[in-house]
């Protein structure tokens, strides 16, 4: 056991060591640029000079609301198609898999149109909708497997106690879900976090810009970048995505075991 243990972190080391060396590039960049001085002044000055909060905040807005919309539409359509048999079930679930082929690139320019023409360009009304509508095939897709794990009996038992659908998925399957949606959740919020192609073309304004568009400002068009303002401000795009897995590890892991054995 202690043998496996010794080949298993052997083989881990140097992708561990890959991982963190950007983390190591960057803490050491800020101290070069911060010297002897307060390394606290520096962090408010490239607060200021960078705007990072406001685009942090608009990050976290649709990260958020694109993971909670997206899981709450994705949970009963993967109740739906995993308790209830109707034509077509087959060849929905395939397609609820092969709509992942299309890569929001492609979209860009109709999509770009379409929300011209509705009034909702350079909003983060737009970007929820949008990112949401990608992820929710992904979310039925892994809720579905994990439900189907969940044993019929204890629906029938409800049922025969007089418990509606909604009482059914609001009292049995929602708390027995809690893990699945818990990693359905996570990379909804990671996902819409990151994203930076769609966010490049519908956002106009830097009061709306999210994290990736903020910190492709810092180096895109000048002739003199900051780097440890850039190197900074990378450092913060990557906290939220990292505290929530560290906050959520045990969720994650066990949804993904159980999603992933289901199917």
Known sequence: MI?????CWCALFPLIVLNLFPFAVVLDTIHRRAGDGDIGTFWIGMWH???VGTALVNSLVIAVATAMLSTLLALPAAYALSRWPFRGRRAASQALLGSQILSPVMLVLGLSQMLA?????????????IYSAFQIPFAVWMLRGYIDAIP???EEAARIDGASRLQILRLIVLPLSLPAIAVTATFAFITAFNEFVLALTILRSPANFTLPIRVNALTAGRYAVDW?????AVLVASLPVMLTFIGLRRYILRGLRLSLGST
């Open 152 to 154: 019929v009996e204890l």
């Open 3 to 7: 043998k496996r243990s010794v080949l």
């Open 228 to 232: 440890s303002d850039v190197m900074a």
């Open 117 to 129: 023409g509705a009034g909702l360009t350079d909003t983060r009304l737009a970007l929820i909708g």
């Open 49 to 51: 000079r960078t705007e």
